[in-house]
T-cell receptor, first 114, second 115 residues
Framework: SQQGEEDPQALSIQEGENATMNCSYK?????LQWYRQNSGRGLVHLIL?????REKHSGRLRVTLDTSKKSSSLLITASRAADTASYFC??????????????FGRGTQLTVWP | ETGVTQSPTHLIKTRGQQVTLRCSSQ?????VSWYQQALGQGPQFIFQ???????GRGNFPPRFSGLQFPNYSSELNVNALELDDSALYLC??????????????FGEGSWLTVV
């Protein structure tokens, strides 16, 4: 089963609105990374948040992490049509044989209408 | 622009054939990982190479194999192709092993279609 799961699976909003995507995971992590993927393209790194951090910002992006609930959220403020893409959270687990491996969910498909 | 380049971008192979995909990692990165992303799914970890040694493998059969070269570029080889191997293959590079807090950067991927 997937280590991380994004919610909702699909999100449709108007330009200028905020978009919030959530990610839940199952086992303790070293860090969590959010990626964006335009249709058929590679993954673009957005933000990395470490397990001892609670919130990070990058431009219009805000990521939170709650390790007690094993969840993270990605907020995109003042969305634009160009933000239309799939968004994935990826978890990196604590050490051992899984070090360096990212576990992905199925992603949230965000559509921003002009 | 992530600095991770992959080739070819698209290819079509026949079931039973073999394929080699290539990846150049970002400058200064000594770790390369490969992921398979089927349509509508998230990427799945295939394996990772760190300083030319395989350093972790996901749930993929031995017909998936790889190499990392002294310049840290990498190849993914898939033998005896099956229809289910049709997917986007993503290469990722990082400094160190990534899971320790280093950002992992992905290339644009290679689309493989098996017919």
């Amino acid at each position: 089963s997937q280590q991380g799961e994004e919610d909702p699976q699909a999100l449709s909003i108007q330009e200028g609105e905020n978009a919030t995507m959530n990610c839940s995971y199952k086992t303790s992590i070293n860090n969590l990374q959010w990626y964006r993927q335009n249709s058929g393209r590679g993954l673009v790194h957005l933000i990395l948040i470490r397990s001892n951090e609670r919130e990070k910002h990058s431009g219009r992006l805000r990521v939170t992490l709650d390790t007690s609930k094993k969840s993270s959220s990605l907020l995109i403020t003042a969305s634009r049509a160009a933000d239309t893409a799939s968004y994935f959270c990826a978890t990196a687990l604590l050490g051992g044989s899984t070090l360096g491996r990212l576990y992905f969910g199925r992603g949230t498909q965000l559509t921003v209408w002009p | 622009e992530t600095g991770v380049t992959q080739s070819p971008t698209h290819l079509i192979k026949t079931r039973g054939q073999q394929v080699t995909l290539r990846c150049s990692s970002q400058s200064g990165h000594n770790t390369v990982s490969w992921y398979q992303q089927a349509l509508g799914q998230g990427p799945q970890f295939i394996f990772q190479y760190y300083r030319e040694e395989e350093n972790g493998r996901g749930n993929f059969p031995p017909r998936f194999s790889g190499l990392q070269f002294p310049n840290y570029s990498s190849e993914l080889n898939v033998n005896a192709l099956e229809l289910d191997d049709s997917a986007l293959y993503l290469c990722a590079s990082s400094r160190g092993q990534g899971g320790d807090g280093n950002t992992i950067y992905f290339g644009e991927g290679s689309w493989l279609t098996v017919v």
